[in-house]
């Protein structure tokens, strides 16, 4: 589409209608990178796929992993990518040429991973049915270091068998890069200082699992999924005490959500539905309302993501693992582009003058346009010389 037929003025803040898809294997975690220009998707066989959005074909086809990719990370720069799979193994990938900079296998399969947000040989993974690990290659050898889970006192639970029973289900890091953010499977959201490893301030926020956590586009909101089927968003502008700033739910259904996100102004928040109602809800952060539900394809949506430009969102599909688009289905306007073009919107009969198709003598006619085209002085008064100006006038313009 020419974008200089679209009028900017008339592109609302989110999609409306699901307008494509996308096919190559079968996908479960996607995400766009910093500018928009290329979507990651991770698959079910282990591959990882990234697409040029602008032409909706495939740029590269990553191979490395056995196992289905769980989650895609993209540096900061967009050139590189790292994946997380239930391979028990991370790689970070060089999209530049589409090699492997590091693989490092894990001590269980992988929920999830996080790059830092400027050390590339560094990044925490979420690992299934252990404690997070914060990772860091340095002259290429990994070090792996387990993150704490819970704090002295009382809130060190354990069964009868002395096994805690409060564990890390998600991390991210902090957008500074000195803190890591950890959700738990009690509702807790822990502050973890990198250097040294001690967990700086706890805050319960639920009393169940928290099961996802992303960070705003502007780095000061972090938005939390939960088991409670609540989504919350939450300042993270003061790290000893977290201010949840609103919830939102479906109080009629009480649904479960598969997944969430922010709007690339920070001003929407979208969330998957669990199983039945196959349908992206999407809310003003400001006032907490519910302003569109986007209707989707017949099967449950597991992943969401926001392009960081446009108004478009795209999702997984839990059963056949396409990739489904919502955006605005935008008209050219081409009066926008040609002020002296009109647009009919629907066809009309033209009434063709008499002499729309006669011979003219084109000479007599230039002629006679000379003959009324002269030279006009006016004079503009200049700060230094005083100098005229003159400007040619067509008198035809005038009613003489």
């Given at each position: 589409m020419n974008l200089e037929l679209v009028d900017p003025f008339s592109i609302p803040d989110y999609p409306e209608t699901l307008t494509g898809s996308l096919r190559y294997g079968h996908a479960t975690s996607i995400r766009f990178n910093k500018i928009g220009n290329v979507l990651a998707a991770g698959l079910v066989n282990g591959l990882v796929v990234v697409w040029d959005v602008s032409t909706s074909s495939v740029a590269r086809i990553l191979t490395g992993h056995t196992r289905a990719v769980q989650s895609v990370c993209w540096s900061e720069c967009g050139r590189f990518l790292l994946s997380a799979a239930r391979d028990w193994k991370c790689i970070l990938w060089d999209l530049?040429?589409?090699?492997?900079?590091?693989?490092?296998?894990?001590?269980?399969?992988?929920?999830?991973?996080?790059?830092?947000?400027?050390?590339?040989?560094?990044?925490?993974?979420?690992?299934?049915?252990?404690?997070?690990?914060?990772?860091?290659?340095?002259?290429?050898?990994?070090?792996?270091?387990?993150?704490?889970?819970i704090?002295?006192?009382?809130?060190?639970?354990?069964?009868?068998?002395?096994?805690?029973?409060?564990?890390?289900?998600v991390c991210i890091f902090h957008p500074s890069g000195k803190y890591i953010i950890s959700g738990t499977s009690k509702g807790w959201l822990h502050v973890i200082e990198i250097n040294p490893i001690r967990i700086r301030s706890s805050n319960r926020v639920t009393s169940q699992n928290i099961k996802q956590l992303r960070l705003s586009f502007c780095k000061r909101y972090l938005i939390m999924n939960s088991t409670d089927r609540v989504i919350r968003t939450i300042s993270i502008q003061d790290l000893e005490n977290f201010e949840v700033e609103h919830k939102f739910q479906d109080v009629v259904n009480?649904?479960?959500?598969?997944?969430?996100?922010?709007?690339?102004s920070g001003e929407y928040v979208l969330a998957t539905t669990y199983q039945m109602a196959h349908a992206i809800y999407v809310w003003e952060r400001g006032m907490g309302s519910l302003v569109k539900i986007l209707e989707g394809p017949k099967e449950e949506l597991v992943d969401v993501d926001w392009h960081p430009v446009l108004p478009c969102i795209v999702a997984v599909g839990l059963d056949t693992g396409a990739i489904y688009m919502w955006s605005v289905e935008q008209k050219e306007s081409w009066s926008a582009f040609a002020p002296d073009f009109q647009e009919l919107e629907e066809n009309i009969e033209y009434d063709e003058p008499e002499d729309e198709f006669d011979i003219h003598d084109e000479k007599n006619e230039n002629k006679e346009e000379m003959e009324l085209t002269v030279p006009v002085k006016l004079f503009y008064g200049c700060?230094?010389?005083?100098?005229?100006?003159?400007?040619?006038?067509?008198?035809?313009?005038?009613?003489?």
């Open positions: 530049l040429d589409g090699s492997v900079r590091y693989v490092l296998r894990m001590s269980a399969p992988v929920w999830a991973a996080e790059l830092h947000p400027s050390n590339l040989n560094m990044f925490v993974a979420s690992i299934l049915e252990d404690s997070p690990c914060l990772v860091e290659v340095g002259d290429g050898i990994p070090h792996f270091t387990s993150l704490p889970s704090t002295e006192g009382p809130h060190s639970l354990t069964d009868r068998r002395g096994n805690s029973k409060h564990v890390t289900l009480r649904l479960q959500w598969n997944s969430c996100g922010f709007s690339p700060s230094s010389t005083n100098a005229p100006f003159t400007i040619p006038l067509n008198l035809n313009s005038f009613d003489v």
